[in-house]
């Protein structure tokens, strides 16, 4: 379970450069055991950042984090370093999340290495069996993590974020930078895993498709907050957010026979600077529905039935926007 406010500045992790952070605020989510929640929307929409946060990687000045109930300590300290054993992280970028220097087995123990866990051969044979169980033979336990492909590094990323045997994984872009028929295959990879495994996961993505496939329920996500959050298909087919058919409609666009999208809403106007939110609905600047209500009162978020939440004054308790839009906007 996740319910924070998270600003400031980044931390260092590993090995890789600190990315810049959105604010986010007021971003509440659960995910059930064994569930997935997909979360969307624009880059710098505070994405990434939430996943930090859930991991205690960036500050958070209110809220908490719990994951199995207990809370996610937010200093960097010997607790914090335990509870990581138990979520890990998978990102976009495999080559800055792998050493260079060192070949994939050195990587996969090194977490066992860290926690002193079993002995050396022990380390080596279960670094071993979880890169068969991600789908590579023992020759890429030699190699550096250059001389692997785009999809076998990911496979790796996969097997090191496994190792400590995690109850929570937060995927962010993990097939984004994979060709189409690569990001299949680790996506399949990545569904065996969760249901052998009861993984339950927070899966970042800007492709709704790719979302679509593997999350149960789908949080959207705009400068910072969540505006709306539901069963996947529910949400994704008949996204009830003003903002949430903008997003599924610049996808059904381009695509057709998956039947994303009914009523469609074009989004006026650029996507907005992070670091200066809007009054009242951050969204009403490209909202073509604003009232004047919207710009000066934040929207609360509010169930609107079938397990949807959604955070706009014209969406009634039945989830649907439609009573208010006269027809299709695009
Ligand atoms: Fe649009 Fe108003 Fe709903 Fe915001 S609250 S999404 S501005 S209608
Ligand atoms: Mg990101």
């Known amino acids: 379970h996740f319910r924070g406010r998270a600003t400031g500045l980044p931390l260092p992790f590993l090995r890789r450069p600190a990315p810049t ?16 929640l997909g979360l969307v929307g624009e880059s710098g ?3 990434s950042t939430t996943a930090r946060a859930v991991l205690g990687l960036t500050p958070i000045t209110r809220g908490r984090v719990t994951v199995d109930g207990q809370p996610v300590p937010r200093r960097r ?32 123990r090194e977490p066992l290495d860290i926690h002193r866990i079993g002995d050396s051969r022990d380390r080596c044979d279960r670094a071993l069996a979880l ?9 890429v336990a030699r190699r550096r993590p ?21 109850a929570f994984l937060v995927c962010d872009e993990p097939v984004s930078a994979l060709d189409v028929s690569v990001q299949a295959q680790v996506l399949n990879l990545l569904d065996d895993l969760r249901q052998t495994r009861g993984l339950t996961t927070l899966f970042i993505s800007h492709d709704l498709k790719v979302v679509r ?38 996808v059904a666009g381009r695509r057709d026979a998956a039947g994303l999208a009914s009523g469609r ?19 009403h600047p ?42 299709d906007l695009d």
């Open 146 to 166: 250059q001389e692997l492909s785009g999809g076998q590094r990911q496979r790796v990323v996969l097997a090191r974020a496994l190792i400590l045997d995690p």
């Open 286 to 327: 490209r909202c073509p529905l604003a009232t004047g209500l919207c710009r000066t009162t934040p929207p609360p978020m509010r169930p609107a039935g079938a397990g949807r939440m959604v955070a706009c004054h014209l969406v009634a308790e039945t989830g649907s926007t439609a009573a208010v839009i006269p027809g």
């Open 45 to 47: 929409c505070g994405k």
């Open 265 to 283: 809403v074009r989004l006026a106007g650029d996507p907005p600077d992070p670091a200066r939110r809007p009054q009242g609905c951050a969204f």
């Open 77 to 108: 300290d010997a607790a914090w370093r335990h509870a990581r054993r138990r979520m890990q992280m998978v990102y976009q970028d495999t080559l800055g999340a792998l050493d260079p220097r060192l070949p994939v087995l050195a990587q996969l």
């Open 213 to 250: 496939q593997v999350s149960d329920r789908v949080a959207v996500m705009y400068l910072g907050r969540i505006v709306e959050q539901g069963p996947v298909d529910m949400v994704l087919h008949q996204p009830s957010h003003p903002y949430s058919r903008a997003l599924v409609a610049s």
């Open 21 to 36: 952070v959105a604010p986010v605020d007021g971003v509440s989510f659960q995910i059930p055991r064994g569930g997935t």
């Open 131 to 139: 890169l068969r169980e991600v789908g590579l033979d023992g020759a």
